[in-house]
């Protein structure tokens, strides 16, 4: 692979700070706000974060500063994407955030984040004292850190309060998209076996998604049974014995320059065996959409069920 997989791991999946491939993301139980979400906010607002941090936000922010790709789509879903002034390195959606001045992805340019002189930051969980610096340099920071779709409505609310939107509106929006799939995949006959390829880059140790984490759920909510449910951790890490015990009937592969692609699947030793693969379901999904815990996830539920149950969108 041309990039170390840590970076991947990082980018990829919601720019974790932990970024090492053994480090599953945590699920937080943090509650989006501290008050029933109004329409439009009213200010001054207090919210609590997601590391349980309660944060009063004086007046709607002009100057935002946001550091995640999931949380710069919220941004704009909610009619603030104009009030952004910094953003990662890796914010691309929509296309409008690319032009934006870029502040840093896995190591956060804390220098360029100041001199935007945002009046309110919305980060990812960071564990490398960035939070703690932005805050202490005078910031307003807002951690916001989805890792379940059950997180994402509620984040919508949370970011909504923060910036002045209408996070319940999209909350609503979101919910309804979701629940269009889970009706849609209810008429299924079968819950076939997933496995979701995150990094074979060691083929004695494979990555993949297992209980909490947020593709797991979109695989739970396609109508799939993924074959790491069991597993301990949100990233668990599966041999290619372990795999072809569990003989899944679909294999799903990013989209993406790093990731192997079907054929090189297929040819993996002893993989013909597979159902997947002996059935031609090695399919590829785009990373940025179901990787990223954002207002998107409807779309993203929609597009795995596709690929879980296509006989349903024929």
């Not at 100057?63 to 949380?71: A, F, M």
């Not at 999209?170 to 076996?193: C, E, M, N, S, Y």
């Not at 759920?217 to 372990?242: F, R, W």
Request: net charge neutral.
């Amino acid at each position: 692979m041309p990039v170390p997989f840590a970076k991947l791991f990082a980018v990829l999946l919601f720019l974790l700070a932990a970024c090492g491939p053994n480090a599953a993301p945590a699920t937080t139980s943090a509650s989006p706000t501290s008050a029933a979400a109004s329409s439009p906010a009213a200010f001054p607002a207090t919210v609590s974060d997601f590391q349980d941090r309660s944060v009063t936000i004086p007046k709607r922010p002009e100057r935002i500063v946001s550091i995640g790709p999931s949380i710069t789509e919220f941004l704009f879903a909610l009619g603030a994407g104009s009030r952004v002034v910094g953003t990662d390195d890796f914010s691309d959606e929509p296309a409008a955030a690319k032009s934006i001045e870029k502040v840093g992805g896995i190591k956060v340019n804390f220098e360029k984040v100041v001199a935007l002189k945002p009046d309110l930051v919305l980060i990812v969980k960071f564990s490398d004292g960035t939070i703690e610096k932005l805050a202490s340099a005078g910031l307003l920071v807002l951690v916001v850190d989805p890792q379940s779709v059950g997180e994402v409505a509620r984040t919508a609310i949370l970011v909504g309060r923060a910036t002045g939107g209408d996070g319940s509106a999209l909350a609503a929006t979101i919910d309804q998209k979701v629940q269009q799939v889970k009706v849609k995949v209810a008429a299924a006959t079968t819950k076939p076996r997933v496995y979701h390829e995150v990094d074979a880059s060691d083929p004695a140790k494979i990555f993949t998604v297992g209980p909490g984490s947020y593709i797991h759920d979109l695989i739970e909510i396609a109508g799939g049974t993924n074959i790491a449910a069991k597993a301990v951790g949100a990233y668990p890490q599966l041999s290619a014995e372990e795999i072809l015990r569990a003989d899944p009937e679909v294999i799903v592969l990013a989209a993406a320059p790093y990731s192997a692609k079907p054929e090189q699947v297929a040819a993996r030793t002893g993989w013909s065996a597979i159902s997947a693969v002996k059935n031609g379901r090695i399919v590829t999904i785009e990373p940025n959409l179901i990787n990223r815990p954002g207002p998107r996830v409807g779309e993203a539920a929609e597009a795995y069920a596709r690929l879980v149950h296509p006989e349903l969108y024929r």
